[in-house]
């Protein structure tokens, strides 16, 4: 029964949240159909590209914007669900300087690389956009160079999922999260994974557990530092989760989407991940955990100093190459509207960059769990800011790999980060 009125509620919430959906696609952007030719202030079709919607949002949302703007229709792209070939795939497409791709979902490490590449139409003078009452960190994670190059569609923080029905109170520390692993044995089950398969998501797993230890991958100047004490520590506690079989051998393969789906499954007693996992674990019909579980903070190295998140997230941002990019910034406002990212909340659970959201009543009732995540955002940690990313995550990638697959000694893994740290950021 309490399932029946939850799961109604959030019928109701997202039936309410279509219509603001489709009042704010009507007030924004222009009605204009003309088809200017200046670069700047052409308008008609466009298209929207981003990686694999797995929260169902993408649809009602181009449809909400198409229905009000018929001579601008919006055609969305769905890449892969891994964030390495959602990468490569707009890689390829600027550089063969395609107008393909109008609109492009920019995860937070790519705005650098992009933006020094002239890949991205800079949001200033007639294209500028309004950053009032974003997340700070959201805006900054948009700019390079002092120049805003996207709009802040939605952050990510790191939170721990947790089986409340076997662990009325989450660990606070990862020593007392080793302890509860006790509880995953009796019942059979796998204790605690995070993203641990050699791509972006190992990036953002195996740099927070260096920085919950006080280490950095880079100091504020941009050189490596990683080679310390305090990372030395993190990474030695997470090669000892799998040395302790804490973590399953299995993990070594998992992305956001397989550990969702050992827990979801209840295999799982702990899962590192997004919050697009809270509504899917909730509402999913094979969900097997609906009822059961809860969030709390990343443990950390010592009481009462939770886990330190990477910063993820995605900004939606013009490409050099658009034909359409009028209808591109509206399209972008549209996005990023108060009214669609309650709806990406209410429906998909994904984490906005409007921070009045995080205190609105009515979410913080459906989703108490919005000051955790809003605590593990504000704290985050940016990943390495530099055109250089794809061979500064290489380098975290497979020294860290390395490392969680027992081929290489901790400290070792760390001496060789450091060196190919050193050479991806000097661009040699
Ligand atoms: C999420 C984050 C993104 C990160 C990716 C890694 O999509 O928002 O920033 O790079 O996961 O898999």
Known sequence: MALYSKRRTLTLLAGAATL????????????????????????????????????????????????????????????????????DDLVQNFQAKSDAYDVVSVDVVWTAEFAAKGWLTPLKGDMALDTTGYLP????????????????????????????????????????????????KKNNMDCYAGQFAKYEGLTVNATEWMNTFGGKVVDDSGKPVVDSPESLKGLTALVDGFKQGYIPKQALTYQEEQGRQSFEAGKLLFLR????????????????????????????ATAGNPGTSSLGGHSAAISA????????????????????????????????????????????????????????????????????????????????????????????????????????????
């Open 137 to 184: 960190a959201t805006v900054k994670a948009a700019t390079y160079n002092n120049t805003l190059f996207a709009a802040p569609v939605s952050s990510d923080g790191g939170i721990l999922y947790y089986r409340k029905d076997l662990v009325p109170t989450p660990p606070t520390t990862i020593d007392d999260m080793w302890k509860d692993c006790a509880i995953a």
């Open 321 to 428: 190459y658009s034909k359409h990019k009028a209808t591109a910034l509206d399209f972008l406002k549209f996005l990023t509207s108060e009214e669609q990212q309650k709806f990406n909340m209410e429906k998909g659970s994904l984490a906005p960059t409007r921070e009045s959201l995080y205190s609105d009543a009515s979410l913080v009732k459906t989703y108490p769990y919005l000051p955790t995540l809003l605590k593990s955002i504000q704290s985050a940690v940016p990943r390495p800011v530099t055109p250089f990313y794809p061979a500064v995550t290489t380098a975290i990638q497979d020294n860290s790999y390395a490392a969680i697959s027992l081929a290489t000694a901790p400290d070792q893994a760390l001496k060789n980060m450091q060196a190919a740290l050193t050479a991806a950021i000097s661009g040699s």
């Open 20 to 87: 603001s959906l489709m009042a704010a696609a009507c007030s924004s952007g222009s009605n204009s159909s003309s088809s200017d030719t200046s670069a700047d202030n052409s308008r008609g079709p466009i298209t929207y590209v981003q990686g694999k919607d797995n929260s169902d949002i993408l649809a009602p949302t181009v449809a909400a914007w198409n229905k009000a703007h018929p001579n601008e229709k919006v055609t969305a792209k769905e890449q892969s669900d891994q964030a390495d070939q959602q990468h």
């Open 273 to 300: 991940n997004w919050p697009y996992v809270y509504n899917l674990a909730l509402t999913d019909a094979s969900s097997k955990v609906k009822t059961k579980f809860a969030v709390a903070p990343l443990p950390g």
